[in-house]
């Protein structure tokens, strides 16, 4: 297929391009570099199937010309805020990076009558519950600005779906570490021990228990569900059974950079507003369609660290 990949110089989208080329598949890339790093797709520029452009998705003449010229078979939507604290501060973040990047291009997708679509979803759409989330869990109460960007744009999502006959896959992602990645609790753990080996400040009190996912399981489980699904409309969470808490994380982190550092919580149940402490994934759905992660959480969050390391 001739495939458009938003976001696609970023963490996940990378790696998507990937496994994406090995497919036989025409890649084009429209990412406009604030998140994505080029760095990231240096070994793919110059094939013969695959194209970058930079170019910001919320200019929509732009993606209008886009569109024209490549005439795409499937478009895999990825580009969003990645920084929920951010979001946080300033909800124009989320409004336009998240959402408006979505309707941007629903709308290319609509007027160039393209019918496939796959979209990267989060599990911050649940909001906060002790519950196991099903895909058919509700209501849905986000309570980041990021997990609301996402929410309304599976709602956009599911109206182009019905009105304009296109056939969509939504995968709810956890927490997905692995190489290339630029954000998140390894990436800060790090960061802040290169800058004061003696002492790791956590933010909050350290039991934040979450599932974490290695992104080359990531992509198998988003390319396991687009072959193997046929519904107009399929929606899948992605993870595994098993989680992490936060303090495992910090103690892996000093262990692989061979430090002897103290651990200081700032205290409370969570690291900031709109985080949330703690969620389980119910992948029954997934697990019965025939796909399961192959690395468990702690060695997922313990790979990534080496990665991020050298290792």
Not at 92 to 108: A, G, I, M, P, R
Not at 242 to 257: C, D, G, L, P
Not at 260 to 282: C, H, L, M, Q
Request: proline letters at 2%; aromatic letters at 10%; glycine letters at 8%.
């Amino acid at each position: 297929m001739n495939i458009l990949i938003t976001g696609g110089a970023g963490f996940i989208g990378s790696h998507l391009c990937d496994a994406l080329l090995k497919e036989n598949h025409k890649i084009v890339v429209v990412d406009n570099l604030i998140l994505g790093r080029i760095e990231n797709l240096n070994h793919l520029i110059g094939l013969e199937s695959f194209h970058f452009i930079e170019e910001d998705i919320l200019h929509i003449n732009k993606m209008r010309e886009i569109f024209k010229a490549h005439s795409f078979d499937m478009v895999f939507h990825l580009a969003a805020n990645s920084d929920i604290q951010k979001g946080g501060k300033d909800p124009e973040v989320d409004y336009n990076l998240t959402f408006n990047t979505t309707f941007s291009v629903l709308q290319c997708m609509k007027e160039f009558e393209v019918k496939r679509l796959f979209f990267a979803s989060t599990s911050a759409i649940y909001g906060e519950t002790s519950e196991n989330l099903t895909e058919d869990f509700g209501p849905l109460q986000p309570v980041s600005n990021y997990g609301a960007g996402k929410l309304a744009s599976e709602a956009f999502i599911s109206a182009f779906s019905a009105t304009y006959n296109i056939q969509t896959w939504i995968t709810r992602f956890p927490n997905v570490v692995g190489e290339r990645f630029t954000h998140g609790v390894i990436f800060d753990f790090i960061n802040k021990l290169k800058a004061n080996p003696q002492e790791l400040i956590v933010l909050g009190n350290g039991e934040q228990n979450k599932p974490y996912l290695y992104v080359k399981d990531l992509i198998e489980g988003i390319l396991f569900v687009c072959n193997n699904t046929h519904e107009r409309f399929n929606v899948y969470n992605l993870g595994s059974y098993s989680r992490t808490k936060v303090k495992e994380i910090a103690q892996m982190v000093i262990e692989e950079m061979e430090l002897n550092a103290s651990i200081k919580y700032t205290g409370g149940d969570r690291g900031w507003i709109g985080d949330v402490p703690e969620f389980k994934y119910d992948l029954s759905k997934i697990n019965e369609l025939g796909w399961v992660a192959k690395i468990n959480s702690n060695d997922s969050v313990r790979i990534a660290i080496q990665k991020a390391l050298g290792k």
